[in-house]
T-cell receptor
Framework: DAGVTQSPTHLIKTRGQHVTLRCSPI?????VSWYQQVLGQGPQFIFQ???????GRGNFPDRFSARQFPNYSSELNVNALLLGDSALYLC????????????FGSGTRLTVV | GENVEQHPSTLSVQEGDSAVIKCTYS??????FPWYKQELGKRPQLIID?????GEKKDQRIAVTLNKTAKHFSLHITETQPEDSAVYFC????????????FGAGTQVVVTP
């Protein structure tokens, strides 16, 4: 079975641009969470979606948005990129919350220049 | 909100010795405590988790203990091997927080032969 897949793996953007990151959860998993991991730090929670509805949002500005599609894949969008948005963006999938645990994808490395 | 503190930030051990990483949490509602191992440039991988109705859990050379009263939990690695070298993250979440894992800052473990 395929694990959590994320695309692209690497991305370089200019300040002010927007970016869309994609995540496909493990087959059968209905929950997708997004995390930002700045170099040298632990992942920080951005969003959680379950059954296409937002279930949680972390302390991130409105420039960050996300959605989940009927096939449970998800997109994370970031507008008006700042240098500080440079990070590894991780997607985690779960059958449905902490009862089942979370599996992370390999992430998208975003560099804003 | 939940706050997770992790110590030490770096840990050097001789091969064959034991390693212990400690985390404290603030939210008494937290009831799920996973540990992730992240090798350089790779995704966080779940190595063990514990729920609040259990005080200790073991999986081969890895064990986790939980003290709910003191709000702290620890990871124990016995008979360390060079391949145990990585960054280890503790995390905490509560049932009503859905996908939100609050991570510690991480511990860089170096096992020297």
């Amino acid at each position: 079975d395929a694990g959590v897949t994320q695309s692209p793996t690497h991305l370089i953007k200019t300040r002010g641009q927007h970016v869309t990151l994609r995540c496909s959860p493990i087959s059968g998993h209905k929950s997708v969470s997004w995390y930002q991991q700045v170099l040298g730090q632990g992942p920080q929670f951005i969003f959680q979606y379950y059954e296409k509805e937002e279930r949680g949002r972390g302390n991130f500005p409105d420039r960050f948005s996300a959605r989940q599609f009927p096939n449970y894949s998800s997109e994370l969008n970031v507008n008006a990129l700042l240098l500080g948005d440079s990070a590894l963006y991780l997607c985690a999938s779960s059958l449905g919350g902490q009862r089942y645990g979370y599996t992370f994808g390999s992430g998208t490395r975003l560099t804003v220049v | 909100g939940e706050n997770v503190e992790q110590h030490p930030s770096t840990l050097s051990v001789q091969e064959g010795d034991s390693a212990v990483i400690k985390c404290t949490y603030s939210d008494s509602a937290s009831n799920y405590f996973p540990w992730y191992k992240q090798e350089l440039g790779k995704r966080p991988q779940l190595i063990i988790d514990i729920r609040s109705n259990v005080g200790e859990k073991k999986d081969q050379r890895i064990a986790v203990t939980l003290n709910k009263t003191a709000k702290h939990f620890s990871l124990h690695i016995t008979e360390t091997q060079p391949e145990d070298s990585a960054v280890y993250f503790c995390a905490a979440s509560s049932t009503d927080s859905w996908g939100k894992l609050q991570f510690g800052a991480g511990t860089q473990v170096v096992v020297t032969p």
